[in-house]
Nanobody, 111 residues
């Protein structure tokens, strides 16, 4: 059974940092593209970061320069380092790979 489990969300003040983790079981991240998405209340889910199986990364313009996606193949995990957080980053953050979604982790940024 495939499971993606996000963790690391929480409440942080504007300008702060958080690191989200996505741990996988049942699939191997090292041979797959993994993406982080977020969904704010009343808005569509959007992709914020992508890491290809070749390690190439891509970011949404809204997070470029502030967020960093990385992968630890030994731990079969993908991370999202988020710096300089702003209230507009408040959302539920999800990881996705292949056809599988995690359940998400809430990130709330207070002004």
């Amino acid at each position: 059974q495939v499971q993606l489990v996000e963790s690391g969300g929480g409440l942080v003040q504007a300008g702060g940092s958080l690191t989200l983790s996505c741990a996988a079981s049942g699939i191997t991240f090292s041979v797959r593209t993994v993406t982080w998405h977020r969904q704010a209340p009343g808005k569509q889910r959007e992709m914020v970061a992508r890491i290809g199986l070749d390690g190439v990364t891509n970011y949404a313009d809204s997070v470029k320069g502030r967020f960093t996606i990385s992968r630890d193949n030994a731990k079969n995990a993908v991370y999202l380092q988020m710096n300089s957080l702003a209230p507009e980053d408040t959302a539920v953050y999800y990881c996705y790979s292949d056809q599988w979604w995690g359940r998400g982790t809430q990130v709330t940024v207070s002004s």
